[in-house]
């Protein structure tokens, strides 16, 4: 019933940018948190953004200062935007919404970074 398709990923230089989208399909009346996890070959997936339905965001040190999540709610979309991307950003990106019965996630969508 609910499906998120991410898109915007692809291959960027160190020091570039990249948007990504995630577009929400479905009935979703309502929800707890939206957030971008990554997962990078051989590592464990992890949180690297995260918007409350308030509108509070956190982030981990690593990329604090460097991404954004934002969330167009009249387009049921949200969006990482990710400036000044480093080789270790490079990893599968994985759209998330948490509701008050399921956690929805996205296909993923393959960021890399080369130096």
């Known amino acids: 019933q609910v499906q998120l398709v991410e898109s915007g990923g692809g291959l960027v230089q160190a020091g570039g940018s990249l948007r990504l989208s995630c577009a929400a399909s479905?009935?979703?009346?309502?929800?707890?948190?939206m957030g971008w996890h990554r997962q990078a070959p051989g590592k464990q997936r992890e949180l690297v953004a995260a918007?409350?339905?308030?509108?509070?965001?956190n982030y981990p040190d690593s990329v604090k200062g460097r991404f954004t999540i934002s969330r167009d709610n009249a387009k049921n979309m949200v969006y990482l935007q990710m400036n000044s991307l480093k080789p270790e950003d490079t990893a599968v990106y994985y759209c998330?919404?948490?509701?008050?019965?399921?956690?929805?996630w996205g296909q993923g969508t393959q960021v890399t970074v080369s130096s």
């Open positions: 918007i409350r339905s308030g509108g509070r965001t």
């Open positions: 479905g009935s979703i009346f309502s929800f707890n948190a």
């Open positions: 998330r919404v948490s509701t008050a019965l399921y956690d929805y």
